[in-house]
């Protein structure tokens, strides 16, 4: 049945239907906008508008609304801080839904139990480098050991128990943590962690930064030719081939001469980001600015099925199918949905969470 909803959004996506029968497959949901970290990459860096849970009944009711066949329990927040995040999970799995999300890590140890019998199908890690100094500096004082420790207490709580998640990586490439690729390999392999996924920080920085944005190009493609020779070695999964094929796009072309990514972004019909108090936005990027992006709140404007396929994304599909944005964030979004990525998807099994729960 969820295969089916996922090819029954096909058409509508790839006609750019601007009023789409089908609901997003994909459905981005900040349960919490408590976190004990902000890390340098974090819109909490700049700006936190609270810090509250979003009530169980509340995203119960936004995933029975949705019926998502991927569910990411992310926003600004730190996922397990939320006293019910467990209840959310299992809701969504009984509803035949795979969830993931990222985390800082820091509460694997108290949780690891917990965490491998919700039913969660991805546990995604977040790092910002891969040395002790690099990690704590640029993830808000947190300790590369004391995730390590997590990782492994979420690994045993696994093999005793016989269920639990993937772990994976998520590893946020900066000018300070480009060098630390490679060993990012080698601490996921000596973790037992079989994936990890690269995200540039650029998102803020616009299209014409592109994924190889403020890295010096060489240095970029030595360090990506090496870890993806320890990745292959390691059995570490990547989507390092990504990144080489980005590389490639871009040449030694100067970085405000370079062109942005090719194809049509298809996440205003497969996906929506529901915030803790219920306002949607398009697109998790929409966060890195609070104040754009919002298009109705459900429960004040409307259900969901009527903002869904009312004006205001009517009109964002409408921009997106004529190549015009009126979304800053939009306008210089440097890594686009656009079918070729999601038809990388089918292939490769690490890409964003976004539709690979």
Same mark, same amino acid.
């Given at each position: 049945?969820?295969? /089916?909803? %996922? ?5 509508? %996506? ?10 997003? +497959?994909?459905? !981005? ?10 890390? &340098? ?5 700049? *700006?936190?508008?609270?810090?509250? !849970?979003?009530?169980?009944?509340? @995203?119960?009711?936004?995933?029975? /609304? ?5 569910? &990411? ?15 959310? +999970? ?16 820091? !509460?694997?140890?108290?949780? #690891? ?25 640029? #993830?808000? =004082? *947190? &300790? ?7 990782? /492994? #207490? ?16 998520? $590893? ?13 390999? *080698?601490?996921?392999? #000596? ?5 990890? $996924? ?23 493609? @030595?360090? +990506?030719?090496? @870890?993806? /020779?320890?990745?292959? &070695? ?10 080489? *094929?980005?590389?490639?796009? +871009? ?53 969901? @099925? ?18 015009? $944005? ?17 038809? =990388? ?13």
């Amino acid at each position: 049945m969820a295969a /089916a909803r %996922a090819l029954r959004i096909l058409p509508d %996506a790839l006609l750019a239907t601007t009023a789409p029968r089908a609901r997003p +497959v994909h459905l !981005h949901l900040e349960h919490t906008t408590l976190c004990d970290h902000v890390c &340098s990459t974090c819109i909490r860096a700049d *700006r936190i508008d609270g810090e509250v !849970h979003m009530p169980l009944a509340e @995203a119960i009711a936004h995933i029975d /609304a949705i019926g998502p066949q991927f569910l &990411s329990l992310n926003g600004i927040g730190e996922p397990l801080l939320h006293p019910q995040w467990d209840d959310i +999970v299992k809701h969504a799995v009984g509803r035949g839904a795979r969830v993931s999300f990222a985390t800082t890590g820091t !509460h694997f140890r108290a949780q #690891a139990d917990r965490i491998c019998r919700s039913g969660l199908g991805l546990l995604k890690v977040s790092f910002h480098g891969a040395e002790p100094r690099t990690f704590s500096r640029l #993830a808000g =004082g *947190r &300790s590369l050991d004391v995730v390590l420790d997590g990782i /492994a #207490a979420v690994q045993e709580a696994k093999a005793r128990l016989g269920r639990g998640p993937e772990l994976r990586i998520n $590893y946020v490439v900066s000018d300070q943590s480009l060098s630390e690729v490679p060993e990012a390999i *080698r601490v996921a392999r #000596a973790a037992g962690v079989g994936a990890v $996924y690269f995200k540039g920080a650029l998102v803020p920085k616009g299209r014409r930064a592109g994924l190889c944005a403020s890295h010096d190009i060489d240095q970029l493609r @030595a360090v +990506v030719r090496e @870890a993806k /020779a320890l990745a292959a &070695s390691g059995g570490v999964d990547s989507n390092l081939d990504q990144w080489q *094929r980005e590389i490639d796009r +871009v040449g030694d072309t100067a970085p405000d001469e370079r062109p942005p990514p090719p194809g049509r972004c298809l996440v205003p019909w497969l996906s929506v980001f529901v915030r803790v108090d219920g306002s949607l936005l398009p697109c998790c990027n929409c966060t890195f600015r609070p104040d754009e992006g919002k298009l109705g709140t459900v429960g004040v404007d409307g259900t969901f @099925a009527e903002l869904w396929r009312g004006p205001g994304f009517a009109a964002l599909r409408g921009e997106v199918k004529g190549g015009e $944005y009126s979304l800053p964030i939009c306008q210089h979004c440097p890594d686009p949905v656009t079918a070729t990525q999601a038809a =990388g998807a089918v292939l490769h099994s690490v890409w964003p969470g976004f539709l690979n729960g």
